[in-house]
């Protein structure tokens, strides 16, 4: 099963940054990626998404202001710049693609990564 591989995540101070990266397989070229985490005993929470090519976002409007999502040109990766962590943001981070799906929705996403952890301490 095509899986998307997240990186970049770890330990951070609050008040620093972060880039998450999320490398997808050929297969989901011309797909819309997202971003969402997840913290033990919650649900799944939607926080950034872009179309695929790049020109149009939404981003949750629990970290705007704080966080951008982009991707590179060959469209085989995005990112999440995570800028001013708060305490509030650590959860395991996931990257999800959808061939048909733009939103907020985690069942409208097809691939799913293994989530990179994010740790910020106060």
């Known amino acids: 099963q095509e899986q998307l591989v997240e990186s970049g995540g770890g330990l951070a101070q609050a008040g620093d940054s972060l880039r998450l990266s999320c490398k997808a397989p050929?297969?989901?070229?011309?797909?819309?990626m997202a971003w969402f985490r997840q913290t033990p005993g919650k649900e799944r929470e939607f926080v950034a998404a872009?179309?695929?090519?790049?020109?149009?976002?939404v981003i949750a409007n629990s970290v705007k202001g704080r966080f951008t999502i982009s991707r590179s040109k060959p469209k085989d990766t995005v990112w999440l710049q995570v800028d001013s962590l708060k305490p509030e943001d650590a959860a395991v981070y996931y990257c999800?693609?959808?061939?048909?799906?733009?939103?907020?929705?985690?069942?409208?996403?097809?691939?799913w990564g293994q989530g990179t952890q994010v740790t910020v301490s106060s």
């Open positions: 999800a693609a959808s061939m048909t799906y733009y939103g907020e929705a985690v069942e409208g996403y097809t691939w």
């Open positions: 050929g297969r989901t070229f011309g797909s819309y």
């Open positions: 872009i179309s695929w090519s790049g020109s149009n976002t």
